[in-house]
């Protein structure tokens, strides 16, 4: 069996994810690069292999079409926004994931967030190593309201951590674990009446035809005046464009992304005034040594698991 395995992190936390593909036997083509593969990239890589183990590397149907013998794609992950799934099922491709490997992580980057954004902690760091000591004046979390949208894997792991901040939550999601809700204190509500009320919202949403530029010009004029706006999900959920017009005129009060276009950089860093306002990460969320080693050994395991015949846990197609 010829595996490729393209994403950067995988078994750079442990070789255990190594370990399980070693044994047996296959012959394994792990990306060195330290780039994330590109569509032709793939095309070429993908001709001869019987299983990848991807990451956000692109596997459209133009990459699928070269692929002679695949047999299965383990996503080293949660979303599959980057897998043709309709390709997949037709031509027999199995798709599994990773969803119980890196909730917990994402959910407190999150958090981290929540802090970092009412208390100002980057624009206070940044000033005080050019000698600033005046006053930086943030916002205590008690008894604010979170909106979390998306109450799935990581949407409810950012309740449960949420809960002993004292935070009022409600949360929208089109599927209502109402026993979930009930036992940690969250209300189900309609979209647009989270966007009023939170005055923190959580993106936890996959993406997809329904959740593609979810929060747009329209969406953004009805969020609470002065709320914050996380989204950890993938950049395509928020409209950049009108998040940055609405920090600009103060609409927001500040905005947290762990996922951006190279756009929406260039255009930041073009505004003085409002990089303060926001905090940019580089799709960080899933990184952490535990989370990693996780997410490889599920996505390694999947794969042994389609390829020994067993029943597949995390199966998506």
Do not use: W
């Not at 590109?38 to 692109?58: Q, S």
């Not at 036992?183 to 005055?199: M, P």
């Not at 928020?238 to 905005?255: F, M, Q, R, V």
């Amino acid at each position: 069996m010829k595996i490729l395995v393209t994403p950067r992190s995988f078994a750079s936390t442990s070789k255990e994810p190594l370990k399980i593909l070693q044994q047996k036997n296959y012959q394994l083509d792990l990306n060195e690069t330290g780039e994330r593969y590109t569509e032709a990239k793939m095309k070429k890589l993908i001709e001869d292999v019987d299983g990848v183990i991807v990451g956000t590397d692109p596997l459209t149907s133009e990459v699928l079409q070269e692929a002679q013998q695949l047999k299965i794609i383990s996503k080293y992950g949660v979303g599959v926004d980057n897998i043709d799934l309709d390709f997949a099922r037709q031509n027999n491709i199995a798709v599994t994931n990773t969803p119980d490997a890196n909730s917990r992580s994402v959910a407190e980057l999150t958090i981290c967030y929540l802090f970092a954004l009412s208390r100002r902690i980057v624009e206070a760091d940044k000033k005080t190593k050019n000698y600033y000591q005046g006053k930086i004046i943030g916002n205590t979390l008690n008894k604010k309201v979170l909106g979390i949208l998306g109450l799935g894997k990581i949407g409810r792991q950012v309740a449960r951590l949420a809960q002993g901040l004292n935070l009022q939550l409600i949360a929208y999601d089109i599927e209502r674990d109402h026993d979930f809700a009930r036992k940690h204190d969250i209300e189900f509500v309609e979209f647009t009446e989270l966007l009023e009320r939170s005055d923190y919202i959580s993106c936890n949403v996959p993406l997809n035809s329904a959740t593609r530029n979810m929060i747009a010009k329209e969406e953004i004029d009805k969020i609470k005046e002065n709320a914050f706006l996380i989204n950890t999900a993938r950049s395509e959920v928020i409209n950049e464009d009108y998040l940055i017009t609405a920090l600009k005129n103060g609409k927001l009060a500040g905005a947290a992304l762990d996922v951006q276009t190279q756009e929406t950089i260039d255009k930041i860093n073009q505004q003085s005034d409002i990089k303060d306002k926001i905090i940019l990460t580089p799709h960080m969320g899933a990184h952490t040594e535990e989370a990693i080693e996780k997410m490889g050994v599920q996505a390694a395991q999947n794969l042994v698991d389609y390829f020994n015949n067993k029943e597949l846990q995390y199966r998506v197609v």
